[in-house]
């Protein structure tokens, strides 16, 4: 079964600064996809970028960037220029690709709660 | 313009009730789901839902069911509610079942 884990439970950063999550993954299949969620406290949960496994270009939305180091199995978020509407949780999910029948769905990280100090 | 709607936001009811939570997406997707994220934030998979075919999570009681009466819409049915069934559920939906799913505003159920 794929595992996904977040070893970091609370991270917190100065406005404007720049902070990465981390995030690695266990996982047998060489095609899947990573991404990164937001909830705020709004509950809603917001996609921040998606990686495919087999580009090895990383992801990059505006102030957000991955490192994906394949062989390591690592999946990590940077956010730069850190604004306090960042503040949230952040999940890390897994999804290997769908080639009919059996397990589906987003497996998620147990998440890593960012404060932005002011 | 809600892409992913659920009813209610806010659900508390007694143990041994039977309730339903709605979900409708106006996305055209394919594929619907159900995540239930417990006391601890941790979100799980329930179901997934993708042309009739439902893929039910081992873990999940039979005491949930979901029913799609069309593409659009996966409600989902709790009988016999119990204190531990109380959690944040999330209905979403993806195009098929390799990209991004959106998440509706999910539903806080509280079982006194």
């Known amino acids: 079964a794929q595992t996904v884990t977040q070893s970091q439970p609370e991270m917190s950063v100065q406005e404007a600064e720049t902070v990465t999550l981390s995030c690695t993954y266990d996982?047998?299949?060489?095609?899947?996809?990573l991404f990164w969620y937001k909830q705020p406290p709004s509950r809603q949960m917001i996609l921040v970028i998606r990686?495919?496994?087999?580009?090895?270009q990383n992801a990059t939305e505006n102030r957000f960037s991955v490192n994906f180091q394949k062989a390591a199995k690592s999946f990590s978020l940077k956010i730069s220029d850190s604004q306090l509407g960042d503040a949230a949780m952040y999940f890390c999910a897994y999804r290997i690709k769908y080639s009919g029948g059996g397990a589906d769905g987003l497996t998620f990280g147990k998440g890593t709660h960012l404060i932005i100090q002011p | 313009d809600t892409a992913v709607s659920q009813t209610p936001k806010y659900l508390v009811t007694q143990m041994g009730n039977d309730k339903s939570i709605k979900c409708e997406q106006n996305?055209?997707?394919?594929?619907m789901y159900w995540y239930k994220q417990d006391s601890k934030k941790f979100l799980k998979i329930m179901f997934s839902y993708n042309n009739k075919e439902l893929i039910i999570n081992e873990t999940v009681p039979n005491r949930f069911s979901p029913k799609s009466p069309d593409k659009a819409h996966l409600n989902l049915h709790i009988n016999s509610l119990e204190l531990g069934d109380s959690a944040v559920y999330f209905c979403a939906s993806s195009q098929d079942r390799e990209t991004e799913a959106f998440f509706g505003q999910g539903t806080r159920l509280t079982v006194v």
């Open positions: 990686q495919e496994a087999y580009k090895q």
């Open positions: 996982t047998s299949e060489s095609d899947y996809y």
């Open positions: 996305l055209g997707h394919d594929t």
